[in-house]
């Protein structure tokens, strides 16, 4: 059975761009996989913040947690299982401000841990999500992508690939505030070519 899981970060609900064709990327996806199963996070509807407590007791293995390091760290571990488990992520990434959405960014604090999605070694730092395909689709109302202007791309790849995604394809609906029609039929072709 093929895992997809998708991950929503729009502040907006009915209006926002990132989340319909988020929607339409995974529903092509689910036509493509006969046998996907789907699992939606909303990360928009709050994720906690890091404390100086769950930074240094993410690190400790279950079996070392107090009860009240298990209950602090649920939610971690939740998100973490979630991403091991799935062999596709789509994730609706909508530009703010020239980044991420402070909720996206607690979802990657959450899930980047290591010893369970990456570790040091003598080499330096090694990904442990390989063989995974990552699927991030952008909208943005000015930024270009692939412009100076645009940091969601390069931090997106980059925190990927330093978890181990080396198949990763960006699908942008960009600078929607000039051209929203235009935008979203390239982005809706990308998603049909992207899911055949």
Known sequence: MTQIL???????????????????????????????SVQTRDVADGLTFPSENWVSDRVLAKGDRT?????????????????????????????????VPAALKAWIDHIAQPGRTFRYTEQGPEGLLAGKKVYVVNASG??????????????LKHVFAFLGVTDFE?????????AADDSVKRARDAIEKAAA
Request: hydrophobic share 45%; proline share 5%; net charge negative.
């Open 6 to 36: 998708t991950i929503h970060s729009s502040a907006r609900r009915s209006d926002s761009v990132s989340r319909k064709l988020t929607d339409e990327l995974v529903s092509r996806l689910t036509r493509k996989h006969a046998d996907a």
């Open 67 to 99: 009860d009240q390091q298990h209950a602090a760290l649920a939610e971690t571990d939740a998100l973490v299982e979630e991403l091991v488990g799935a062999d596709i992520v789509v994730v609706g990434a909508p530009t703010y401000n020239f980044g």
């Open 142 to 155: 000015g930024v270009p992508a692939g412009s100076p202007a645009d940091f969601v791309t390069p931090y």
């Open 170 to 178: 960006f699908i942008a609906a960009d600078q929607l505030a000039m």
